[in-house]
């Protein structure tokens, strides 16, 4: 389950699986029936009744024009916004349940983000920037270094740990902002237009690191209206006027 | 860790932000734009060090002038009678006896005590009974009737002869001492010829020259006589005034203690006159100098906490995908709002000590042009970067509000 903790992972295999035998495989994410309504004038539904159901190392992208609903349906996954009406499950957990701060942790602790615009800050060195990630879990600063610095080296920038973002290729900071959503070993990778402000060579940099990743047993959940990324992608799902249909 | 992260599973209840952390995180916050934060800092810092800096001076200050008291003013009390009424049926309240010396010295403090009236007629002095056309043989001298204690009380110097003791006082010797401006005038320096001078027309023997009194500089041009003498000859009855010299720092008491100890039946009716409680000599000074300093200092400070809350504000605004950024990496809103608080909280802590230092030179600078002892309370240099932290604090609260209440799609959208 850890792909940036092998040892962990090769010692504790199977045993403490998180699915374990009561409930076969539990779905990182279950949309039942979810809807988000925006209370404008005229009131706005961007998402209607949306089922979806993401199992554990699945690769799925999200395609559909803009202002379909798209990123709304990001917001809801990454605990961002709450639904108007419906049940999210979140690694089994119901999310209408939790509070403001405990959405917080949730998202810090379950759900990694990957932005179109990198989000990174740029008055800290690559090596902080992807430490952030762990900074609201509490863990110890030598050991989130530690962690900084081997997923780095997963996203093949570990000769760039001091560098300030600004001095990076955008397929770099692309890389280093993915090095930082998987430092929190999440359930659920979420990327919004990971490639959008990418060329075709940075973008194909990208979309290697995803295939590496999903290779390693990360769930990931692309939105793009790029046809390329989603075409790397296991399963594509198309939305349209706030309603989702798989596409074959 | 490992295990930690494993059973990363079971849903937590709130996020956490170790301090060490939130450290590293308001300094890099703070030093990502250096030259703003110092500007920022500057209000802070002026305001702390006019705070610093004007309540050390006048510290400072009242010290000096309580120093000068001390040496001659802070240690006398003078006693004399209330008077009742007005006009012609104007009478005393109380009198005074002239027994001073055994009733005052045996106060703790007392140095020295000594009673005083002036004759009221004492008619004309000469030194001898001739009648010279050509020279100025009569004047018209003040005449003091003392009792042996005054010399020492009015810190008096002989420069020749001698000073009458209470022996003169009890056998009634008609001796008289006489200031050195008298003495010049009459053309008397020496005293082994016993020269005399007749007050009206009593003769007195000349057995010392005064010619220094510094607490009553009116003696080196008078004549002093024992108390008893006069009473005699010159129509004096009580004394006018006590004159006591006390110990540094006994002043307050003796002045309580005395007209007791002088008239045990009717103390409230004399007026005692003492140095002002040194306390309160020094916090007149320190009001007078503090209150329109302090108010420019408040002022500035304040001044100085708009600029930290416009500039806080500014960040905000700009750090805005960052606010949310850290939210989506799991920041609750407390978390944001700590953040921006602890950022504008140490730039206001970093004013406060750069003020205060700045301020405690000031006083030193301004202490030494005037050769003063700097004087400076021990919590001022503690509590100045308090005061700036707290400045700090308060100028963030509302812009802390406003990035913690910014929702996290909203401000992941607005910024970059």
Known sequence: MSPLDLTASSVEDPASDPAPAAAPIQPVVLLDQVSRMFPTDPPVEALRSIDLRVEPSEYVAIIGPSGSGKSTLLN???????????????????????????RAAERGR????????????????????????????????????????????????????????????????????????????????????????????????????????????????????????????????RMVDGQLGEVA | MVALRRARHPVSSRPRLRLPDLVDETLAGVFARPARAALTTLGTVLGIASLVATLGISRTAGSQIVGRFDELAATQVTVASRTTGSGSSERAAAFLPWDVESRIDRLNGVVAAGAVAEVANPGTVRTVPLRDPETVTERLVPVYAASFGLLDAVRGQISVGRWYDEGHVTRRDRV???????????????????????????????????????????????????????????????????????????????????????????????????????????????????QLF???????????????????????????????????????????????????????????????????????????????????????????????????????????IRAARMEPVDALRAGT
């Open chain 1, 76 to 102: 809801v996954l990454g605990l961002l916004d709450r639904p108007t009406s419906g049940r999210y499950l979140l690694d089994g957990i119901d999310t209408a349940d939790l509070g403001d701060a405990a």
């Open chain 1, 110 to 237: 379950r759900i990694g983000f990957v932005f179109q615009s990198f989000h990174l800050l740029s008055y800290r060195t690559v090596e902080e920037n992807v430490g952030l990630s762990e900074l609201y879990l509490g863990t110890n600063r030598k050991d989130r270094r530690r962690r900084a610095i081997e997923a780095l080296e997963r996203v093949g920038l570990s000769h760039r740990l001091g560098f300030e973002p600004v001095r990076l290729s955008g397929g770099e900071r692309q890389r280093v902002a993915i090095a930082r959503a998987v430092l929190g070993d999440p359930s659920l990778l979420l990327c919004d237009e990971p490639t959008g402000n990418l060329d075709s060579v940075n973008t194909a940099s990208v979309l290697d690191l995803f295939d590496d990743l999903r290779a390693q047993g990360i769930t990931i959940l692309v939105i793009t209206h790029d046809a390329e990324v989603a075409a790397r992608a296991q399963r594509r799902v």
């Open chain 2, 176 to 290: 008289a001492v006489i200031g050195a401006d008298v003495a010049t005038q009459f053309g008397i320096d020496r005293l082994d010829a016993q020269p005399g001078v007749f007050i009206g027309d009593e003769l007195f023997t000349v057995i010392g020259i005064i010619d220094a009194a510094p607490r009553d500089a009116g003696l080196v041009s008078s004549i002093i006589v024992p108390y008893t003498s006069a009473q005699d000859r010159l129509e004096v009855t009580r004394p006018e005034r006590v004159v006591i010299e006390t110990d540094i720092g006994a002043a307050q008491l003796i002045a309580e203690q005395a007209p007791v100890a002088l008239a045990p039946n009717g103390a409230e009716g004399l007026k005692v006159t003492a140095p002002r409680d040194p306390t309160t000599t020094k916090n007149a000074v320190e009001d007078d100098v503090n």
């Open chain 2, 294 to 400: 302090l108010l420019l200092g408040l002022i500035s400070l304040v001044v100085g906490a708009i600029g930290i809350a416009n500039v806080t504000l500014v960040t905000v605004m700009e750090r805005t995908g960052e606010i949310g950024l850290r939210r989506a990496l799991g920041a609750s809103r407390r978390h944001i709002a700590v953040q921006f608080l602890a950022e504008s909280t140490a730039m206001g802590l970093v004013g406060g000590i750069i003020g205060a230092t700045v301020g405690i030179v000031t006083i030193v600078g301004v202490a030494g042009s005037r050769q003063w002892t700097p004087v400076l309370d021990l919590w001022l240099p503690l509590a100045a970067p308090l005061a700036g932290a707290l400045v700090g604090l308060i100028a963030g609260l509302y812009p802390s």
